[in-house]
C-alpha cells in the first residue's frame, strides 16, 4: 500500500525521534530498520517486517547500534541480543511498540525510554551497542 504524499512531522521525545505524516493512510507492514551507528545513521545492517515469529542473526554480526521502527504494530516487542543464543545472562533491549507511528528511531540499544510510543528496556553486563548477534520480534 502506498502512502499518501503528506506533510511528516517529526518530534524528539526521551532520546527517539518520532514522526507521523498528517491525512497518511498507514502501510500494512511495518519495517525494522538495523544501523551501524547510534541515531540510525552509517550502513544498514539487517531490515525486515514487523511480522511476528522471526528469530534470526543480523546479516552483519555484530555491527547494529540503533534502529528505525517505520509503522511498526502496537504490541511488538523487538528484542535485540549480544548471545547468538539468546542467553539472557548477557546484554540484551527489549523495545516494545505502545502505539502506533510514522517513524520511531531508536538512537542506541543502551538507554531505558518509556515514553506514549515505546518502551526500552536494556540490560547491561558488558555493552550491547555494536555487538547484536540475535533478534527476535513477537
Not at 507492514?29 to 551507528?37: L, M, N, Q, R, V
Not at 549480544?82 to 502505539?99: E, G, Q, T
Request: no cysteine; glycine share 8%; net charge negative.
Amino acid at each position: 500500500m502506498v502512502v499518501a504524499a503528506a506533510t511528516t512531522a517529526a518530534v524528539m521525545v526521551s532520546g527517539l525521534v518520532t514522526g507521523a505524516s498528517a491525512g497518511a493512510t498507514p502501510r500494512q507492514d511495518g519495517e525494522i530498520i538495523f544501523y551501524e551507528g547510534n541515531g540510525a545513521t552509517q550502513n544498514i545492517v539487517h531490515a525486515t517486517s514487523d511480522e511476528p515469529g522471526q528469530d534470526f542473526a543480523p546479516h552483519q554480526n555484530d555491527e547494529a547500534r540503533s534502529a528505525k521502527l517505520i509503522f511498526v504494530r502496537p504490541g511488538a516487542r523487538i528484542t535485540v541480543f549480544d548471545s547468538p543464543s539468546k542467553d539472557k545472562r548477557d546484554d540484551y533491549a527489549i523495545i516494545y511498540v505502545k502505539k502506533f507511528t510514522g517513524t520511531i528511531i531508536i538512537d542506541h540499544f543502551e538507554k531505558d525510554v518509556d515514553d506514549e510510543y515505546v518502551t526500552v528496556v536494556y540490560v547491561r553486563n558488558n555493552g550491547l551497542n555494536g555487538k547484536v548477534s540475535r533478534v527476535t520480534v513477537t
